[in-house]
Nanobody, 124 residues
Framework: QVQLVESGGGLVQAGGSLRLSCVAS????????MNWFRQAPGKEREYVAG????????NYADSVKGRFTISRDNSRNTLYLQMSSLKPEDTAVYYC?????????????????WGQGTQVTVSS
């Protein structure tokens, strides 16, 4: 049974930074690409960033490119999202998701497992 548990969300002022973490248990973390998605109130869940199984390749949504950095530590079964220069429009619940394979596939339907989410609120 794969479990993904996010943490690190909170309230931050615009321009500030936060680091999200996602700890995985069950399965073999290092075999799969990992991703971050987010969902704002009244909106669909959207892709934020992805990283391949080794951490050698990353992919970002245009809206976060240059501000967010995705990384992983396979020895700790942990995925990270470093968020900087945060904007009010980044306010959302952020979800960690494991892909069904080792390569980045930035599509919700290609995710095999999801975490419960962590709230990020950016005040103006």
């Amino acid at each position: 049974q794969v479990q993904l548990v996010e943490s690190g969300g909170g309230l931050v002022q615009a321009g500030g930074s936060l680091r999200l973490s996602c700890v995985a248990s069950g399965g073999t973390f290092s075999n799969y690409a990992m991703n971050w998605f987010r969902q704002a109130p009244g909106k669909e869940r959207e892709y934020v960033a992805g990283i391949d199984w080794r951490g050698g390749s990353q992919n970002y949504a245009d809206s976060v490119k240059g501000r967010f950095t995705i990384s992983r530590d396979n020895s700790r079964n942990t995925l990270y999202l470093q968020m900087s220069s945060l904007k009010p429009e980044d306010t959302a619940v952020y979800y960690c998701a494991r892909s069904s394979g080792p390569l980045i596939t930035p599509t919700k339907s290609r995710m095999a497992y999801w975490g419960q989410g962590t709230q990020v609120t950016v005040s103006s």
